[in-house]
């Protein structure tokens, strides 16, 4: 059964691997009277109205926006505020402006001000994704039964906020509301670290001798393989994921520093016992995420 939309016109701007994801459930769920499609490329945009996980589509996301009641940005973090300032002159009052961006402190900081009087605000960042990206890669079920956070600064209207609650909760997320700066420590040690050290290991590998390097692919299921698809991910998200969340992500960063230091330090030794008891510390992580059903 099809619910009620929560949503007149909802325009999406970025549709790649969440953008096209998040307007594939809207249709799917019936959550909105129209979806509105904008991207860049002129590629984009057409395999969106290909596809169908669209009704409409523009290039210019100031004329997306207009009488819209529900507007995401869905683009990498770098491009917000360019196209917050396109757009703000031309946000609906009473319209809801989000984002699903992996980095929320910088994103209330620099967006919170463009945000013009009688609009909502309401950041939010789905956990959810693939290594792909692009219109072709979302699918409707990307967000089933993950986390989505939402991070509103103090003094939003309740309503609002609940209204993009909803929209997840039908989209099959399970909703959390957190501090900006909470969610950028959270995710910089289940996250962005982990993406770091996946980028840094094939990059150590990409550069080993030619004679090594050839093994590498021939031998990848023993471990590596699972960091490529990892390191896979898009570059230019990335890039922006680090330098927006710098501080957490370099305090992350200095405490693993000092862990792997000991562990090269038990290995060093020869201090079995050490290593063996980390791992098995581990290793009971691993089995929380799976009860969980997180993995
Ligand atoms: P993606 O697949 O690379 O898609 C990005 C989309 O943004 C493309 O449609 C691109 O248009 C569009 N775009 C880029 N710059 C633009 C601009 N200046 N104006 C209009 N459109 C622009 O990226 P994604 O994986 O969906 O990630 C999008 C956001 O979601 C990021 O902020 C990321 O932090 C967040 N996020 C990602 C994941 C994940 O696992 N991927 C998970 C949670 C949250 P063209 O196609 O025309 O170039």
Redo the contacts with the bound molecule.
């Keep these: 059964m099809v619910a009620s939309p929560l949503f007149e016109k909802v325009a999406l701007?970025?549709?790649?691997?969440?953008?096209?994801s998040l307007a594939r459930v809207i249709k799917r769920e019936g959550l909105a009277g129209e979806v509105i499609g904008?991207?860049?490329?002129e590629?984009?945009?057409a395999t969106a109205l290909e596809l169908g996980f669209v009704d409409r589509v523009e290039a210019d996301?100031a004329k997306a926006v207009e009488d819209a009641d529900f507007v995401v940005i869905?683009?990498?973090?770098g491009?917000y505020k360019?196209?917050a300032e396109a757009i703000a002159p031309h946000l609906k009052k009473g319209a809801i402006l989000s984002?699903?961006?992996?980095?929320k402190e910088t994103v209330l900081r620099d967006l919170g001000p463009l945000v013009p009087e009688g609009v909502h605000f309401v950041p939010t960042?789905?956990?959810?994704?693939?290594?792909?990206?692009?219109?072709e890669?979302?699918f409707d079920g990307l967000f089933e039964g993950r986390w989505c956070v939402l991070t509103p600064m103090t003094g939003t209207a309740p309503e609002a906020i609940e209204r993009v609650a909803e929209l997840w909760r039908r989209a099959g997320s399970q909703v959390e509301i957190m501090d900006a700066a909470h969610h950028d420590k959270v995710m910089a040690i289940t996250s962005h670290l982990p993406h770091l050290i996946a980028y840094t290991i094939v990059g150590t590998a990409t550069d080993l001798e030619e004679s090594e390097r050839a093994e590498i692919v021939k031998f990848s299921a023993s471990g590596f393989r699972d960091f490529t698809r990892i390191a896979a991910?898009?570059p230019?998200?990335w890039r922006?994921?680090f330098l927006n969340n710098q501080s957490a992500v370099l305090e992350m960063l200095g405490r693993f520093t000092e862990d792997l230091t000991a562990l090269q330090r038990a290995i060093r030794w020869g201090d079995g016992q050490t290593l063996e008891e980390l791992f098995a510390r581990t290793r009971a992580i691993r089995r929380s995420i799976i009860d969980a059903r997180q993995a």
């Design positions: 701007i970025g549709l790649g691997l969440i953008g096209s904008c991207a860049r490329s590629k984009t945009l996301a869905c683009t990498p973090i491009a360019a196209i984002d699903v961006g992996s980095v960042h789905p956990v959810a994704g693939t290594e792909h990206s692009g219109p890669a979302g991910s898009d230019v998200m922006d994921i």
